[in-house]
Nanobody, 114 residues
C-alpha cells in the first residue's frame, strides 16, 4: 500500500509564502503523474497543479504565476511552492499520485488570513 504524507501547511498572512511537501512511501518515478489538489470548506476538491514523470507541469488558472510544483526523485518528494498567497487559497491541500492506481494523502491545512 502506497502512503503519501503531506506537510508544510499552516497559517500565513495574505502575500506570504508556504512550501508544501509530499513524501511517498515508494519511488516516485513509478508514478506517471503526481499532483496537488485542494478543497475549501463547502466546495469540491479541485486541481491545483500536476507534474509528470517527464517534469511537464500543469496549473489551475487561479494559481498560475504564483505556485510552482516540483519533484525530487531522490527524496521521493513532490513540492508545492506557494507565493503571493490569497485568502481564497485557504483549503486543505492533498497530494495525489497516479501509477497503476490512484493514491491520496490525508491532506495539510493552509489558512491565509487577510
Amino acid at each position: 500500500q502506497v502512503q503519501l504524507v503531506e506537510s508544510g501547511g499552516g497559517l500565513v498572512q495574505a502575500g506570504g509564502s508556504l512550501r508544501l511537501s509530499c513524501v511517498a512511501s515508494r519511488r516516485i518515478f513509478s508514478f506517471n503523474v503526481m499532483g496537488w489538489y485542494r478543497q475549501a470548506p463547502g466546495k469540491q476538491r479541485e486541481l491545483v497543479a500536476t507534474i509528470t514523470i517527464g517534469r511537464t507541469t500543469n496549473y489551475a488558472d487561479s494559481v498560475k504565476g504564483r505556485f510552482t510544483i516540483s519533484r525530487d526523485n531522490a527524496k521521493n518528494t513532490v513540492y508545492l511552492q506557494m507565493n503571493s498567497l490569497k485568502p481564497e487559497d485557504t483549503a486543505v491541500y492533498y497530494c495525489n499520485a497516479e501509477g497503476g492506481s490512484l493514491y491520496w494523502g490525508k491532506g495539510t491545512l493552509v489558512t491565509v488570513s487577510s
